[in-house]
Structures are given as structure tokens and as C-alpha cells.
């Protein structure tokens, strides 16, 4: 099936850095989520963005959805420790209780 | 609230065996589950989606006879993995709707095939 790809694909940061990752696709999307990943764990969602455009905080995370709807970014800013796991970009077509086309995840990991 | 479980978290089984994993709900009625599945270090790859009451819709590639998906109930969707083998190893992972806005997702279940 189809994958969003995201890059970086792993990062190493230390505390307190701003990260960037972002998140592209072939094709144009509706609704772009976010989700978090701790090892042996389903997602958990940390922000959904339903317009070209937009761009949302929650907490020390941020992300924008793309004027061409085919990609987003996500930012973290100030990191910390537990910040440590891996990121992933979804797209929908029909919002978020549709089916989620996940993109191939990015590994943060940060280090004192 | 919207809390979505799984049951087994880890399975063990032998090759030819049939493992059923619960998906539940527990406290909303969703509309609709799916079940992804996650081999290591990749992504969530969608298998199904799962109505209430009806047949479930399976993506292109995934074996409708060897995944088995009953939705008897708003709460409650299993996924039945017949006759497993070695490369069905995988973590499988269930999502359920409560509203148009909203996908909670299980813990998952680690599913591994001697």
C-alpha cells in the first residue's frame, strides 16, 4: 500500500534542542495527523490538522499542514528526555476516524 | 475516556495454529475498528476496516481467509489469524472510531509464530 515518507528517518539530539521533521506524499490529503510511538505501544495522536494551511501547537509541539496538501511538518521545540520515541505522519481523506495512510516514521532520540 | 483495549498484549504459537486477538471499545460504542499491522522498525500498515454488523473491507494484498475479522458488537472486533506461519509474526495493532474526528488506537498484541 501506500506510504508517506518522512525524513529525517532517526535523529540524535540532545536536551533542549528544537526538532524538525516533516512528512510528504505523492498525493493530496484532507486530514495530516501526528502520532507518537513508545516501544511495544499502539500511537498516540498529538495533533490533527484539517486545512491547508494551518498550523497548530500543542505544548511544545507544532505542525503545519501544507498549502499543496501533500505534506506537513511537525516541530518540537526545547526537547527532553521523554520526548524520546518514534514519530509518525498520517494522512486521511475523510478525516480522522477514516482510514489512516501512515508514513514511515521517524526515531528521535535524545540524549542529556 | 476513549480508551481502547487488546487482548492477548503477546501471543506465542506453533506454526499451524489459529490466534485470536480482541479489540474492545470500553468505554464508547465505535463505529468502526481497523487493524493495522507493524513488522520492526516500520510503519503501521492498514489490513482491514471493520463495521459493526457487517463484512469487514480488506486492503489489497491482505488474505481475507487467513485474517478473519468478526465486529459482533459496537465494542468488540476480533481478528482471527488461521493456521499461522512464521512470516505472520508481527504486531498487530486496532483502532476504533468514536465520532467523524476521532481514531483511538489499542496497545497492540505481539504475535509470534515458532
Not at chain 1, 476516524?97 to 542529556?112: E, H, I, N, P, Y
Not at chain 2, 481497523?34 to 489490513?47: A, D, E, G, V
Not at chain 2, 457487517?54 to 486492503?59: F, Q, V, W
Given at each position: 500500500?501506500?506510504q508517506?515518507?518522512?525524513?529525517?528517518?532517526?535523529?540524535?539530539?540532545?536536551?533542549?534542542?528544537d526538532?524538525?521533521?516533516?512528512?510528504?506524499?505523492?498525493?493530496?490529503?484532507?486530514?495530516?495527523?501526528?502520532?507518537?510511538?513508545?516501544?511495544?505501544?499502539?500511537?498516540?495522536?498529538?495533533?490533527?490538522?484539517?486545512?491547508?494551511?494551518?498550523?497548530?501547537?500543542?505544548?511544545?509541539l507544532t505542525?503545519?499542514?501544507?498549502?499543496?496538501?501533500?505534506?506537513?511538518?511537525?516541530?518540537?521545540?526545547?526537547?527532553?528526555?521523554?520526548?524520546?520515541?518514534?514519530?509518525?505522519?498520517?494522512?486521511?481523506?475523510?478525516?480522522t476516524?477514516?482510514?489512516?495512510?501512515?508514513?514511515?516514521?521517524?526515531?528521535?532520540?535524545?540524549?542529556? | 475516556g476513549?480508551?481502547?483495549?487488546?487482548?492477548?498484549?503477546?501471543?506465542?504459537?506453533?506454526?499451524?495454529?489459529?490466534?485470536?486477538?480482541?479489540c474492545?471499545?470500553?468505554?464508547?460504542?465505535?463505529?468502526?475498528m481497523?487493524?493495522?499491522?507493524?513488522?520492526?522498525?516500520?510503519?503501521?500498515?492498514?489490513?482491514a476496516?471493520?463495521n459493526?454488523g457487517?463484512?469487514?473491507?480488506?486492503?489489497q494484498?491482505?488474505?481475507?481467509?487467513?485474517f478473519?475479522?468478526?465486529?459482533a458488537?459496537?465494542?468488540?472486533?476480533?481478528?482471527?489469524?488461521?493456521?499461522?506461519?512464521?512470516?505472520?509474526?508481527?504486531?498487530?495493532?486496532?483502532s476504533?472510531t468514536?465520532?467523524?474526528?476521532e481514531?483511538?488506537?489499542?496497545?497492540?498484541?505481539?504475535?509470534?509464530?515458532?
Open positions: 500500500g501506500q508517506l515518507n518522512q525524513s529525517p528517518q532517526s535523529m540524535f539530539i540532545q536536551e533542549g534542542e526538532v524538525s521533521m516533516n512528512c510528504t506524499s505523492s498525493s493530496i490529503f484532507n486530514t495530516w495527523l501526528w502520532y507518537k510511538q513508545d516501544p511495544g505501544e499502539g500511537p498516540v495522536l498529538l495533533i490533527a490538522l484539517y486545512k491547508a494551511g494551518e498550523l497548530t501547537s500543542n505544548g511544545r505542525a503545519q499542514f501544507g498549502i499543496t496538501r501533500k505534506d506537513s511538518f511537525l516541530n518540537i521545540s526545547a526537547s527532553i528526555p521523554s520526548d524520546v520515541g518514534i514519530y509518525f505522519c498520517a494522512g486521511s481523506y475523510t478525516g476516524a477514516s482510514k489512516l495512510t501512515f508514513g514511515t516514521g521517524t526515531r528521535l532520540q535524545v540524549t542529556l | 476513549a480508551v481502547v483495549s487488546q487482548h492477548p498484549s503477546w501471543v506465542i504459537c506453533k506454526s499451524g495454529t489459529s490466534v485470536k486477538i480482541e474492545r471499545s470500553l468505554d464508547f460504542q465505535a463505529t468502526t481497523f487493524w493495522y499491522r507493524q513488522f520492526p522498525k516500520q510503519s503501521l500498515m492498514l489490513m476496516t471493520s459493526e457487517s463484512k469487514a473491507t480488506y486492503e494484498g491482505v488474505e481475507k481467509d487467513k478473519l475479522i468478526n465486529h458488537s459496537l465494542t468488540l472486533s476480533t481478528l482471527t489469524v488461521t493456521s499461522a506461519h512464521p512470516e505472520d509474526s508481527s504486531f498487530y495493532i486496532c476504533a468514536r465520532t467523524y474526528n481514531q483511538f488506537f489499542g496497545p497492540g498484541t505481539r504475535l509470534t509464530v515458532l
